[in-house]
């Protein structure tokens, strides 16, 4: 049996973990920048007794690695009652990892702003609510895009660092199949190849968007 | 309806922190007038005119628009009360602003920047709305340009735009903190005609502007303003006929070459 | 959690620390010949340049240190841990080094450079004394972050055997059963690291005259 013919056969477990991958990409690209949010949001328009504490959790997360972090939430967590299969555990430390960066990202767009934006709203006479929904959030958006398409394939890279703790996602499916046929080469060659495409591709439909977007830009 | 007051302020004072910015501030703007706010840079004038958007909350005295107190009131003992949102936000609904940055929404093309407010606060349907921004947009000459984002405008195109949107909400009293003063010479004219004609209908305005042509040829009032207080004030032409006052004489020096020496000269 | 585990610790965040020093500074060298290239005339060259920075920026590090590990034994040449580590450090750091520097040089103000050529600077002089040092400046901060990117990611040589920080905690952990104290030491070990590293680079910055952040 050729190394090939293994790799056929154990296409259905290696697409399975791409699916798994994708989907804890996704789903960590979606929570992260929400939570992020939230924080930055805190940090800005909250009571002020909540910013140390919000600059803590940043300044940790941003400053560990993400390996680190991940082996304090699974092994760690079961002392403290917090028992998690490794495919949760995953998705929340991806989550609270990416809401790090994201919020910093994301505060970082709300204060950009320009202040005479929302004082011309004010002026033709938007409510709070209208001015966050119509003026804050769309600007900030646009503001933080390129960064955050940055983190979205940060993220992609970070969830390989998921199958140290055994989650059956693509690099997990891919090494597993390699070491059992000893053609750990041609897999992990295949997983780069998987892995590049996945980056190249966010990076070129992100380059995409923002030229799409540069209209809405005044230099 | 000419000629009334519009606006009153009265022993107006804002500082910040130690910095006092404006120090009892009395002024009257009247109905139909152009009254142009002059003074060297620091001396409060973009202050003053964000008060009177309450874009800045003063901290003593009192100012009222038609009549009605802005967003503090003397309470019947006196004290200083401050007034419900809702209530300063029905006030200022009667003031229209233009910046000198423009401030046009970049993700809003020209119409929707001068829709937004008729859709959101006088949730018009979208087709009226639409049919007014264009009527607005047309005034100030500019309806061809309805579909272009800010970035694809002039400076001038800008301005005008921001001049649109601050009138599409229909407010009797205007405010402009020095709307030519980010723009290339060759682009001043094209806003300063529209406010010119703005002028001309009888619109009230009170301008903060550098543009001394502007303020002796528009302008029936001309108001002075000197290290945060009012050093100075008149009718256009006695103001500048015979500008006494030494500030005021030293301040207009640095514009002879901006073609004030014509005004100086009668 | 006693004294001899910090100690062991430590002992890890030196090896981390090593590990980081020697791949951010091969990598650097390697950066500037990548990002030289990416700005030839020669399109061969920076066609190479593109592919070389988009793979090794677009293939996540651990997978990247597997690839090593396996790889180069099966063409002849028997690894070690480390050095399979510090080449794939080294390699991936290279490639946003690269890149950041592009992004200075793209950058400078194009007047910086006429003024020089006017004062009449050859093209070399204009790279050494003008366009270099300005891209540095530019590019620091960008630099200095890289740095502690780098630095956190080698937490991921624990995979290839090395007794990095990382590698030391789980080794505790595992004959301790205490892996929320030596995770969270593991932690702020690395914090300990990251705030030398920004420290190193404020000041660097400071004696290049750069505005404070
Ligand atoms: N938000 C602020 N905080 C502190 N000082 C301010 C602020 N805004 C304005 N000032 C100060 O108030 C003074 C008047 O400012 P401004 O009204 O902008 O003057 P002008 O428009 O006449 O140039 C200046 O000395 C300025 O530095
Ligand atoms: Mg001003």
Redesign the pocket.
């Known amino acids: 049996m050729t190394d090939f013919d293994a790799l056929w056969e154990a296409l259905p477990e290696i697409v399975d973990g791409l699916g798994l991958t994708i989907f804890m990409w996704l789903a960590g690209s979606l929570l992260s920048p929400v939570l992020g949010l939230g924080v930055a949001w805190a940090r800005r328009f909250g009571p002020g007794w909540v910013d140390r504490p919000l600059w803590a959790y940043v300044e940790v997360i941003r400053g560990t690695p993400f390996l680190v972090q991940m082996f304090l939430l699974y092994y760690g967590g079961p002392f403290i009652g917090l028992d998690l299969d490794p495919t949760t555990a995953g998705l929340l430390g991806l989550t609270v990892y990416g809401a790090a960066y994201f919020s910093e990202i994301l505060r970082g767009g709300l204060i950009a702003v320009p202040k005479g934006h929302v004082e011309a709203a004010l002026c033709v006479g938007l409510d709070r609510g209208q001015i966050i929904r119509r003026i804050l959030l769309p600007e900030m958006t646009l503001l933080v895009l390129p960064a955050s398409v940055n983190m979205f394939v940060v993220l992609l890279k970070e969830t390989a660092v998921l199958s140290i703790i055994t989650v059956p996602e693509l690099t997990m499916a891919v090494t597993g199949f390699g070491s059992a046929n000893f053609a750990f080469t041609q897999s992990a060659l295949v997983l780069a190849i998987c892995y590049w495409s996945l980056t190249e591709i966010t990076g070129r439909v992100g380059r995409g968007l923002e030229r799409r977007l540069d209209r809405f830009r005044i230099a | 309806m000419s000629g009334e007051i519009a606006i009153t302020m009265r022993n107006l004072g804002k500082r910040?922190?130690a910095?006092e910015?404006l120090r009892g501030i009395d002024l009257d703007v009247r109905h139909g007038e152009v009254t142009c706010l002059i003074?060297?840079?620091?001396?409060?004038?973009?202050?003053?005119l964000?008060c009177v958007a309450f874009l800045?909350e003063h901290d003593s005295g009192i100012i009222r628009i038609g009549g009605a107190a802005l967003g503090f009131d003397e309470g019947a003992d006196g004290a200083r009360v401050r007034l419900p949102v809702g209530e300063i936000a029905r006030v200022r609904r009667n003031i229209g602003m233009v910046f000198q940055q423009f401030n046009l929404w970049p993700h809003m093309t020209a119409l929707g920047n001068v829709a937004e407010g008729l859709r959101q606060v006088l949730r018009l349907p979208k087709r009226e709305a639409r049919e007014r921004a264009m009527a607005h947009l047309g005034r100030v000459g500019l309806a061809e340009k309805a579909d272009a984002y800010p970035s694809q405008l002039s400076g001038g195109q800008q301005q005008r735009v921001a001049i649109a949107r601050a009138l599409a909400m229909d407010p009797k009293i205007m405010l402009f903190?020095?709307p030519t003063s980010s723009l290339d010479p060759e682009l001043t004219g094209e806003v300063l005609t529209v406010m010119r004609d703005l002028a001309a209908e009888g619109m009230t305005m009170l301008v903060?502007t550098h543009e001394i042509g502007f303020a002796a040829h528009v302008a029936q009032h001309v108001v002075f303003?000197d290290q945060?207080r009012i050093a100075l004030e008149g009718r256009a032409g006695e103001v500048f006929r015979k500008p006494w006052h030494p500030r005021l004489s030293q301040f207009l020096e640095t514009y002879l070459d901006r073609g004030a020496s014509v005004l100086l000269g009668g | 959690m006693t004294w001899i585990h910090v100690y062991l610790l430590a002992m890890g965040a030196l090896v981390t620390a090593g590990l980081s020093v020697v791949s951010i500074t091969v990598g650097l060298g390697i950066g500037i010949l990548v990002c030289a290239a990416s700005l030839a005339k020669a399109a061969p060259l920076r066609w190479v340049a593109r592919v070389y920075v988009s793979f090794f920026r677009g293939v996540p590090l651990l997978v990247l240190l597997l690839l090593i590990y396996h790889l180069l034994p099966q063409i002849g040449i028997d690894v070690p841990g480390v050095v399979a580590a510090l080449v794939g450090l080294t390699l991936c750091t290279s490639a946003y080094q690269a890149e950041t520097l592009r992004g200075g040089f793209v950058n400078i103000a194009p007047g910086l450079v006429e003024a020089g050529r006017m004062v009449g600077l050859s093209g070399a002089q204009l790279l050494v004394r003008i366009r270099a040092p300005i891209a540095l400046r530019l590019t620091l901060p960008a630099l200095v972050n890289e740095a502690i990117m780098i630095l956190k990611a080698s937490s991921l040589v624990s995979v290839v055997g090395v007794g990095d920080i990382t590698r030391t905690a789980q080794n505790l952990s595992s004959s301790t059963y205490r892996p929320i104290e030596m995770f969270a030491c593991a932690g702020v070990f690395y914090l300990v690291l990251n705030f030398v590293v920004a420290r190193g680079g404020n000041g660097l910055g400071r004696l290049l005259g750069l505005p404070r952040a």
């Open positions: 910040y922190g910095h910015v003074g060297p840079s620091g001396s409060g004038k973009s202050t003053l964000r800045e903190d020095e903060v303003l945060a």
